[in-house]
């Protein structure tokens, strides 16, 4: 079972408010992710990170962002958050490289965002 | 450029049935594959994985997965499904970049 912890599992938040999506992983990635879903639909890439101090832009445009100060840290935050943003966040980590662990990405159980 | 295509949106079957779904992928070199199972609500869980060697490879949950270089395919297979298989499956391809590029899932129903 992975270790990869989100919080909160669910939020429901009124618009302009500012929100921080917690991810914590124990299992010592040098890499981590966020994906944002919506019911149903296919996974996106918002953001990556390759380690410490490291931040990239995924796939898909989204007005979050996101810091790696730690390790095992990588909080996503929304500033002024809109019904646009009503989504599921899934935050993830993998090694950075190594065929021994065979590069497995490994996901949290998700954050449900709502913003009314 | 690596891609990950799953024809099926959705898969209805009965309980008991034997269960296929399909994953086309494409990539110049043999990448690593993976098939993961999403619950509702929940986040993603890996049923299994190939890197190389052996072409059929075992998973958690009684699925198995064949990959065919020929076909640029790897499906999921399980030859009796149970009403807790339903859920939503995805496949999944990193190439040299690590890149995962992930399918756009195919959603399993199970009839009692």
């Known amino acids: 079972e992975a270790d990869i912890y989100q919080t909160p599992r669910y939020l429901v938040i009124g618009t302009g408010k500012k929100i921080t999506l917690e991810c914590s992983q124990t299992?010592?990635?040098?890499?981590m992710y966020w994906y944002q879903q919506d019911p149903g639909m296919e996974l996106h890439l918002i953001h990556y990170s390759y380690g410490v101090n490291s931040t990239e832009k995924g796939d898909l445009s989204s007005e979050s962002t996101v810091s790696r100060i730690r390790t095992e840290h990588f909080p996503l935050t929304l500033e002024s958050a809109r019904p646009s943003h009503t989504s599921q966040y899934l935050c993830?980590?993998?090694?950075?490289?190594?065929?021994?662990?065979?590069?497995?990405?490994?996901f949290g159980e998700g954050s449900w965002l709502t913003v009314v | 450029a690596q891609s990950v295509t799953q024809p099926d949106i959705h898969i209805t079957v009965s309980e008991g049935a034997s269960l296929e779904l399909r994953c086309n992928y494409s990539y110049g070199a043999t990448p690593y594959l993976f098939w993961y199972v999403q619950s509702p609500g929940q986040g993603l869980q890996l049923l299994l994985k190939?890197?190389?060697?052996?072409?059929l490879v075992q998973g958690i949950k009684g699925f198995e997965a064949e990959f065919k270089r020929s076909q640029s395919s790897f499906n999921l297979r399980k030859p009796s499904v149970h009403w807790s298989d339903a859920a939503e499956y995805f496949c999944?391809?990193?190439?040299?970049?690590?890149?995962?590029?992930f399918g756009t899932g195919t959603r399993l129903k199970v009839l009692a």
């Open positions: 993830a980590s993998s090694p950075l490289l190594g065929e021994a662990a065979g590069n497995t990405i490994y």
């Open positions: 299992m010592g990635h040098d890499k």
């Open positions: 190939y890197f190389s060697g052996d072409t």
């Open positions: 999944a391809v990193v190439g040299g970049t690590y890149k995962y590029i």
